[in-house]
């Protein structure tokens, strides 16, 4: 890393946020504010303890460190947002300054107010002390600051574990990647894709990459599946502005290009399904990602798919006798968690290349292929339904089910070429459970 090493030093906090502090900028590729009112408080109390145990020795509070490129004035925060932020909102009402946007919201910044705004109240309770926690907090307290000049080698840091918080997700470093392939964008461009990527939730976005996006990608190479991390980044990268001009990466980019113009051609006016298709064709499963804006486009739309498809696929099932208690239980029972996982990845990616007309086809099949797994397991755990995807379960052997759907999905531009009518379900569970009895007689129903 090309760190500075003139720059490299502990900092008070008042030379780190006071009146003659460097600018600093959290820059949009950082997650949003997400302490909660217990880190906060904390971090409050530590600060308390050490002023009260060791009032002249120097308190660490961790390290910070900073981008500051060679044509800027202002210092990037790579690590350590969040303990800057609480301890520049902590030092302002120490001083006594009102925040009014900050007294009514719900979120974090907001809950984290309302806490250090107590905190600094009970500190007022005893006489003098409010005045030596801020002159100890300011000249005391310090950090470790690491500035570097190097963006490849500051975007390294991201994975490091925060000071009393959680180290970025993988997915976090997919949007700081493409963010920076959008360099050459608009700033309002750039604020608008972090707006919609901040909008979906965090656990979504964990699910879409961890269960299905990563294990679709592992299991259509006959590969085992695992959950996404920041081994796997380099799946989502795509094609970008780095990438070499090779005759394949060069075929991605064009058609990347083509197609948001045939798009356009066609109008916003046409139905749903034939826009959603459009759609698919830019964002397929089997091709490299382009970088940049068309990465949270790509995201965006998956996460809409995965939303639908969790919808449509469970209430489309109207079979007389079965009661919405027991669908449900199908759906969202921990006991069919791995099956429900297959059913909606394996749909997801039939639709993405065969579209919702072929899948209304063979749906049944799908969901007979996804869930009979559980009939025949007393335990089924992760490792029986990973082999299970990839072909390799020895019980499905006698039921036709050595298949790898996703492979087959992978290999073939026509559905008709992938058998799924042949696929047959167990006489009996392998347990007494009531809602396994009725699966099976969910399942002879697909037939």
């Known amino acids: 890393m090309a760190i500075n090493r003139e720059m490299l ?24 504010y997400s302490w909660t009112p217990r880190i906060a408080s904390q971090l409050s109390t530590d600060i308390e ?62 809950q984290v107010h309302r806490e250090l705004v107590r905190r600094v109240a009970d500190l007022n309770r005893t006489p003098g002390l409010l005045d030596k926690y801020r002159n100890f907090l300011d000249s ?75 294990r679709i990608y592992w299991w259509s190479r006959n590969l085992t599946a695992h959950d996404f991390t920041n081994d796997d980044l380099d799946i989502f990268k795509g094609v970008g502005k780095s990438t070499r001009r090779l005759p394949g990466a060069e075929y991605h980019r064009a058609a990347k290009s083509l197609l948001p113009g045939l798009q ?19 964002h397929q499963l ?53 099956c429900r996982e297959l059913y909606v990845a394996a749909s ?25 797994l559980r009939l025949v397991y007393e335990r089924l755990g992760w490792k029986s339904a990973d082999n299970y995807a990839r072909g390799l379960s020895t019980r499905m052997e006698n039921f036709h089910h050595q298949v790898n759907l996703f492979s087959a999905m992978r290999d073939n ?6 058998e799924l009518e042949n696929l047959r379900v167990p006489d009996t569970p392998q347990t007494s459970n009531s809602y396994d009895a009725r699966l099976l007689d969910l399942l002879k129903e697909t037939y």
């Open 286 to 338: 089997d091709a490299p990602i382009s970088a940049g804006k068309s990465f949270f486009d790509y995201v965006a739309f998956m996460l809409e798919e995965c939303a639908r498809l969790d919808r449509t696929l469970f209430a489309d099932i109207k079979y007389p006798g079965f009661s919405s208690s027991e669908l449900k239980a199908f759906r969202e029972g921990e006991r069919f968690r791995y």
């Open 140 to 214: 005391r307290a310090s950090v470790l600051k690491i500035v570097t000049d190097d963006e490849d080698e500051a975007f390294q840091f991201f994975d490091s574990q925060n000071f009393r918080g959680k180290s970025l997700r993988p997915h976090d470093l997919l949007k700081a990647f493409h963010l920076r392939e959008m360099a050459d964008t608009s700033i309002s461009l750039q604020r608008a894709v972090v707006e919609q990527w901040q909008e979906a939730d965090e656990n979504a976005l964990d699910r879409l990459f961890s269960t299905y996006l990563t």
């Open 49 to 110: 303890d050490a002023l009260n145990s060791r009032p002249e020795r120097p308190y660490i509070l961790g390290t910070v460190i900073l981008l500051k490129r060679r044509q800027e004035t202002h210092f990037e925060v790579v690590d350590g947002q969040q303990r800057i932020l609480t301890l520049h909102l902590l030092r302002a009402l120490l001083r006594g300054q009102k925040i009014p946007h900050l007294q009514t919201g719900g979120t974090p910044l907001h």
């Open 348 to 372: 997801l990616y039939y639709t993405n290349k065969y579209s919702d007309a072929e899948i209304s086809r063979v749906q049944g099949h799908i969901l007979r292929w996804a869930y009979s």
């Open 9 to 32: 030093q502990f900092a008070s906090v008042e030379e780190l946020l006071g009146t003659d502090a460097p600018d600093l900028r959290i820059p949009d590729f950082q997650r949003a």
């Open 413 to 418: 531009l026509d559905p008709r070429e992938i």
């Open 264 to 282: 356009q051609w066609v109008g916003t006016d046409v139905d749903p399904v034939t826009r959603r298709n459009l759609k698919r064709a830019l």
